[in-house]
């Protein structure tokens, strides 16, 4: 076990609906980053948040959007659902020193899978 | 890009026999990484190799990387069924720890 955690472990939503997902990182960790892992294919980056803020961002559409909490908690909005958002949603936790980030390991959540219908 | 490319795709082996994956990638990194996914659940980290390794183990687990060739390798020794998984390389750059995984190795370990 990581010590991160993702709730819902499993959603199923209806295609135009929103939904929010949650992720606590590792105690002592101050970096998120959220992959979207479809299935058969490797998990594709999707952002990074360091103390609250956006540190990065993969080739997804601003629907996707995400939150960092003083805690350091997340959460990861899908709004307008479309079919192919149906995946294994991912967190990873890890700690850095400085926006440049961590060079360090991540550790993974168990994930959310999600399944738009 | 930074996206790491593992290959073979796929890769079955009688269990006690040696496994060996590897990875290319194209740009500078600061360390590369491999990771283990089981039935499509989370990523369970395995090693980190930094830039100025060579070579790096970790009980059956032996990571070799070649920065001129911008390639890693991963040997599993005496593999088991439990290391049946897919398995994961992650170029770490420079600056940030934002990773692009590539689609795996898929490894079966027949008992």
């Given at each position: 076990e990581t010590g991160v955690t993702q709730s819902p472990?499993?959603?199923?939503?209806?295609?135009?609906?929103?939904?929010?997902?949650?992720?606590?990182?590792?105690?002592?960790?101050?970096?998120?980053?959220?992959?979207?892992?479809?299935?058969?294919?490797?998990?594709?980056?999707?952002f990074q948040y360091y103390r609250e803020e956006e540190n990065g961002r993969g080739n997804f559409p601003p629907r996707f959007s995400g939150l960092q909490f003083p805690n350091y908690s997340s959460e990861l909005n899908v709004n307008a659902l479309e079919l192919?958002?149906?995946a294994l949603y991912l967190c990873a936790s890890s700690s850095a020193n400085s926006v440049a980030g961590a060079r360090g390991e991540q550790y993974f959540g168990p994930g959310t899978r999600l399944t738009v219908t | 890009s930074q996206q790491g490319e593992e290959d073979p795709q796929a890769l079955s082996i009688q269990e006690g026999e040696n496994a060996t994956m590897n990875c290319s990638y194209k740009t500078s990194i600061n360390n590369l990484q491999w990771y283990r996914q089981n039935s499509g659940r989370g990523l369970v980290h395995l090693i980190l190799i930094r830039s100025n390794e060579r070579e790096k183990h970790s009980g059956r687990l032996?990571?070799?990387?070649?920065?001129?060739?911008?390639?890693?390798?991963?040997?599993?020794?005496?593999?088991?069924?439990?290391?049946?998984?897919?398995y994961f390389c992650a170029p770490g750059k420079i600056t940030g720890n934002q990773f692009y995984f590539g689609t795996g190795t898929s490894l079966t370990v027949i008992p």
């Open positions: 472990t499993h959603l199923i939503k209806t295609r135009g609906q929103q939904v929010t997902l949650r992720c606590s990182s590792q105690s002592g960790h101050n970096t998120v980053s959220w992959y979207q892992q479809a299935l058969g294919q490797g998990p594709q980056f999707i192919d958002d149906s | 032996r990571v070799t990387l070649d920065t001129s060739k911008k390639s890693s390798s991963l040997l599993i020794t005496a593999s088991r069924a439990a290391d049946t998984a897919s």
